[in-house]
């Protein structure tokens, strides 16, 4: 019998980033998760980060974190659907589908886990899930787990998606789940097209706002606020752990289709409960978003600027009206070699590599945040023009030679 672990042993990938000192992955933070960091000892303009309202740090949700910590303990210590359910999972459900305009929410451990529960509980053995190529992985695996059938259309192709809806049996289900905003492009999701193509044929749509709650809309409300669509998109999904400082994920839609997935959902009933800090910090960020509309605008406004930085420097950049700002680099070699070089020079950038893009558009990810000061905006773009500008063709020659 072969050994399971015998490719474990042979080379890796890692390996060989490692021996050329290009590795990027899990640096450690030493601070705080804000617009500087200290990484590995030394100062780091954080461009890395989800956090797009910066609510991280924000004093008085850090204090509901610290009250409740003290006041309910570290844990739940089950399910949602046994013993770990919290008055304050109630509230928050309760208050996130009145900031969504849905008649019901559910909350799930993590975001990952929410995509999971969602389509594994309402996609049956003869239905179909359409996705978009650049959709999240959890969508991907999700689609993998439930007993459906999957079709995908070409990234924001609408001529492609119809041709997709096509296929589908009239005797069918179809659900299509789109990226409200692709979390690597940083492009936002065709959604006027794909939901009248979804009336057109009987399909439900479901929407991944995981980039775009607290980024887009009315308020930071999301992807379908921003097209004047609430009515039209059937499942909000989210995460709290981008604009609202925390962890865990959500489902938002009609109240009997959240009760079916409540009852059925194995991501949901099968995994612990989100710990009472969680909790409260999402609860506490949610209502500070609320009395805080003007910072999606903030964080529009300093996307922008970032955006024209780059451009007047002659960065090449995908642009987009998020505060997503991929640079181009195309290749994985100048893609590791330039995020190293930005890091050793102070700003914090997250590399691209396949599969997460197609061969030969590698990008380094930037993202903004709400609190991001106008000095730091401009710092980091120098830095960031200075490295894409300086030829690297000596270590590039190095590296193919590998």
Do not use: W
Not at 71 to 100: A, I, P, V, W
Not at 212 to 225: D, F, I, K, N, Y
Not at 315 to 324: G, N, R, S, Y
């Amino acid at each position: 019998m072969k050994d399971i672990f015998e490719k474990c042993y042979e080379p890796q990938m890692q390996d060989l980033l490692r021996e050329a000192d290009i590795y990027p992955y899990f640096r450690a933070l030493e601070s705080r998760q804000d617009v500087v960091v200290k990484m590995e000892g030394k100062r780091r303009i954080m461009l890395g980060s989800n956090n797009y309202l910066g609510l991280t740090v924000e004093p008085e949700i850090i204090e509901a974190g610290v009250k409740t910590l003290e006041k309910y303990g570290t844990g739940c210590s089950g399910s949602r659907f046994l013993n770990g359910t919290l008055q304050m999972h109630y509230e928050l459900e309760d208050e996130l589908k009145n900031f969504l305009r849905k008649e019901d929410c559910i909350t799930f451990p993590t975001g990952f886990m929410s995509n999971l529960g969602i389509i594994a509980s309402l996609v049956g053995r003869h239905d179909y899930v359409i996705l978009d190529r650049e959709d999240h992985a959890s969508i991907y695996d999700a689609t993998r787990l439930c007993y459906g059938k999957m079709l995908r259309y070409k990234h924001a192709d609408m001529e492609d998606l119809e041709r997709q809806l096509q296929l589908v049996p009239e005797e069918a289900g179809c659900l299509i789940v789109t990226d409200g905003v692709f979390s690597m492009g940083g492009d936002i999701a065709k959604l006027p097209e794909i939901v009248a193509l979804a009336e057109k044929y009987g399909a439900r749509v479901m929407v991944d706002d995981a980039h775009g709650l607290g980024v887009l809309g009315e308020g930071g409300r999301g992807t379908a606020s921003h097209f004047g669509l609430e009515d039209k998109v059937d499942i909000y999904m989210g995460t709290f752990s981008k604009s609202l400082a925390s962890l865990g994920g959500y489902m938002a839609a009609d109240h009997k289709i959240v009760d079916y997935v409540r009852h059925s959902a194995r991501a949901y009933m099968f995994a612990a409960s989100i710990p009472p800090t969680q909790t409260a910090v999402a609860l506490a960020a949610l209502r500070h978003l609320e009395a805080h509309p003007e910072l999606p605008e903030k964080l529009q406004a300093n996307a922008a600027r970032f955006r024209k930085d780059l451009i007047a420097r002659d960065v090449k950049i995908i642009e987009a009206p998020t505060p997503i700002v991929p640079i181009y680099t195309y290749t994985p070699e100048n893609t590791l070699v330039k995020q190293k070089e930005m890091y050793e020079g102070g700003v914090y950038v997250n590399s691209v590599l396949p599969p997460a893009c197609a061969p030969g558009e590698c990008l380094l990810r930037t993202s903004l945040m709400a609190s991001h000061t106008k000095d730091l905006i401009d710092e980091a773009a120098e830095i960031i023009a200075n490295v894409m500008h300086q030829d690297d063709s000596a270590i590039l020659d190095q590296l193919h030679l590998m």
